[in-house]
């Protein structure tokens, strides 16, 4: 008895002290954030996002990926989109920085460059917010869900090269290791079951899945969970002498579209990376794979209740986050 009312005393005291010093508390981030700032904010972000798509499909891929490393190092706060300076190797310049595509950023620059040509909007609305936005958009033009995005975030203060480490998956990664990372960002399994469907479009280098195709340490063995003639596609795409200026679909039969197929590649052993295939060989994923390689309806369901909480991660306030001017820079 005396120890639960000590708890809830300290409960109290620390709901009190969140009170006074909302910004020890964590910001909530909500549906029509800007309504009274910038009441057209999402239309405007909409008309520039797709101007860009209509450019280049790489928008639609370049804009998830940027969002979900963005989200994972240090938060959804646009520290992604910092440009190194001569004294701070940015995030974006880290070795790992897996080849983000540029027009994901220019994306992101441009819909801000369009919010700011709104006097009562200029400088009112993060990059972080833009680049949650434009996410949805590209997904919803790639002919994926479209759902509400909750905003409020505030833009980072900190952007460094070394924080990118140990903090995004490999594609080598086992679903153990899958798990622990997404699980270190609030994020379960079925979450990153279907985050990974993002993998439904865009582009990969040889590199991430060469050992699959020539396993080095056993004579050029092919990865047999992948499928054969699939397997012989990617060989004749890949040589084995990595060509790193080769990329090629992730998604080999509907590359352009965000939809299920994804999953339907998996039951068929048309995952790309390791990272993909094993979240159908492993028994502990299998049957969410199968349920949404047969209903677009569920992973649409699954898919934007996990980019809502991918949205939450690490969210700003005043204290250590601000709006950005120029989202490749600093204020
Ligand atoms: C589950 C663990 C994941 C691993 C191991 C992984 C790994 C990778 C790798 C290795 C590439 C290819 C990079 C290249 O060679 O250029 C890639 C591309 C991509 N990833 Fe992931 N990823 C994961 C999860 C995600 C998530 C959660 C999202 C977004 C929700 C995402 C979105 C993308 C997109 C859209 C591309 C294509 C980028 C482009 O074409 O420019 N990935 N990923
Ligand atoms: C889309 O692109 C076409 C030509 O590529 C252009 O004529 C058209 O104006 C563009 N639409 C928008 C909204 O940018
Ligand atoms: C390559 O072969 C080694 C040795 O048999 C094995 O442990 C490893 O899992 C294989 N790698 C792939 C990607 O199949
Ligand atoms: C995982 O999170 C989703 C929401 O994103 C939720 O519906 C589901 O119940 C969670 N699963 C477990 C096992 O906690
Ligand atoms: C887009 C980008 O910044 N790519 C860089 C990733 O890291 C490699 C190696 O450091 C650079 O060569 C790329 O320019």
């Known amino acids: 008895m005396g120890r639960c009312n000590i708890f ?27 309504a009274k700032i910038c009441p057209d904010v999402e239309n405007i972000v909409r008309n520039a996002v797709f101007k860009k798509f209509n450019q280049t499909f790489v928008t639609v891929p370049g804009t998830i990926r940027l969002y979900f490393h963005d989200c994972f190092v240090n938060g959804c706060d646009a520290s992604v989109i910092i440009a190194s300076t001569p ?38 609305v993060s990059c972080a917010d833009i680049l949650a936005l434009a996410t949805r958009d590209v997904i919803s ?26 903090k995004l998956p ?57 499928n054969k003639a699939y397997a012989a596609q990617l060989k004749s795409m ?27 590649n998996l039951v068929q052993g048309k995952g790309l990376f390791t ?3 094993v979240l159908f060989t492993d028994p502990r994923s299998k049957p969410t794979v199968i349920a949404w390689a047969n209903s677009p309806q569920a992973f649409n369901d699954a898919f934007i209740a996990a980019i809502t909480k991918l949205g939450r991660v690490g969210i700003k306030n005043s204290k250590n986050g601000n709006i950005r001017h120029d989202c490749g820079a600093f204020n």
């Open 170 to 226: 490999g594609a080598s990664f086992n679903l153990d290791q899958l798990n622990a990372l997404f699980a270190a960002n609030g994020l379960n399994e079925t979450d990153m079951i279907a985050l990974s469907g993002a993998h439904t479009v865009g582009f990969s280098h040889c590199n991430q899945f060469a050992n699959r195709i020539y396993n080095f340490s056993r004579k050029n063995a092919i990865d047999p969970s992948l």
């Open 238 to 264: 890949c040589p084995r002498v990595v060509d790193p200026t080769i990329a090629i679909n992730m998604d080999p039969t509907t590359p352009r579209t965000f939809d299920n197929v994804y999953y339907k």
């Open 275 to 277: 990272s993909d295939e």
């Open 141 to 166: 033009l790639a002919g994926g869900p479209s759902y509400p995005v909750e905003l409020g975030r505030l833009d980072g203060l900190v952007s460094t090269s070394a924080s990118v480490n140990g």
């Open 87 to 124: 004294g701070n190797t940015a995030e974006k310049d880290n070795p790992i920085n897996l080849s983000l595509a540029g027009d994901g950023f220019d994306t992101v620059i441009k819909a801000k460059a369009a919010v700011d040509e709104v006097s009562r909007c200029k400088n009112k």
């Open 8 to 34: 809830i005393l300290t409960l109290l005291t620390f709901s009190f002290i969140s009170c006074l010093f909302p910004d020890f508390a964590s910001a909530a981030l909500k549906q029509n954030y800007y």
